[in-house]
């Protein structure tokens, strides 16, 4: 009984994340599957990094840099695993800002709105953190940056498509070879996103209460293959089709053989021989 003191202070400290605007825990509308997930990212000082302010003395947000293919800022599809690549074009303020971002000065700080209606945080919504952690070098004429990111994000385990939200994400680099950029030049980003679906958190509490998705910690196992279960399935149908065509090869083949041991004439053979 001695430590109760200690362990009520704890299990009173642990709190829902992420709450809204009122400290509250979030309502949202959920996304559909190959939604576009629209986010945005605080606008930083080239001179510092220090966050940008408005009027209000609020963080000023804007959009990931315009990708050349689509002609639009960075998105991704709610659920959907996909490679895809993003060019960027290097003015004189996003460069600035990379050498920030690479000297780890500040980070490339974004968030993704955990409701899918149109300006949620805005209207006091929850939203999930998602850092980009670029990586290179730096010198006095150019930077290389590594430009080969995974991205990972965590959803709620259930199948569920009223918790069709987000856990958390984050974008990372991850490759052995970088592209040398200066002012002025464009750089190709290769993006691989995976969505973890199937991570069972521990120690959880299930929805309800309030709670807008089961609560616990969505933990990696030891034994850990980064596996959805949309390939879940795949794969399952898969073996299930290679395992149905093996036994058919091999009971035609046990088949064929008896008939060849026992020599077993065609019902043709015999009729002639009558």
């Known amino acids: 009984m001695k430590f109760l003191p ?37 606008q930083r000082n080239i001179d510092t990094g220090e966050h940008k302010f408005d009027q209000q003395n609020r963080i000023v947000y804007g959009p990931f840099p315009k990708c050349e293919e689509t002609s639009k800022p960075l998105s991704f599809k709610y659920g959907v695993n996909e490679d895809f690549n993003c060019t960027i074009s290097f003015t004189d303020e996003l460069f600035h800002l990379f050498q920030l971002y690479l000297h780890e000065d500040v980070p490339f700080s974004c968030r993704l709105p955990l409701s899918s209606e149109v300006a949620s945080i805005e209207k006091g919504g929850a939203y999930v953190p998602f850092t980009f952690s670029f990586r290179g070098t730096l010198t006095d004429s150019h930077i290389d940056v590594d430009h080969s990111m995974n991205v990972l994000i965590t959803k709620p385990t ?14 990372y680099a991850s490759g052995t070879n970088t592209t040398r950029t200066v002012i002025g030049d464009k750089l190709t980003l290769n993006f691989a996103v995976r969505w973890l679906d199937s991570l069972q958190p521990r120690g959880s ?70």
């Open 6 to 42: 200690f362990i009520l202070p704890l299990a009173y400290a642990i709190q829902w994340f992420p709450l809204d605007s009122k400290g509250e825990l979030p309502q949202y509308e959920p996304y559909t599957f190959g939604q576009e997930i629209a986010f945005d990212c605080i």
């Open 158 to 171: 259930s199948n569920d498509p009223d918790q069709n939200t987000f856990i958390s994400a984050i974008a």
């Open 205 to 274: 509490t299930k929805r309800g209460n309030g709670l807008p998705y089961d609560a616990g910690f969505y933990k990696f196992p030891i034994e850990f293959i980064p596996l959805s279960y949309q390939m879940l399935y795949f794969y399952i149908g898969l073996t299930s089709i290679v395992t149905s065509t093996l036994v058919l090869i091999i009971t035609y083949n046990w088949i064929s053989s008896k008939l060849r041991k026992h020599r077993y004439a065609s019902l043709d053979a015999e009729s002639k021989r009558d």
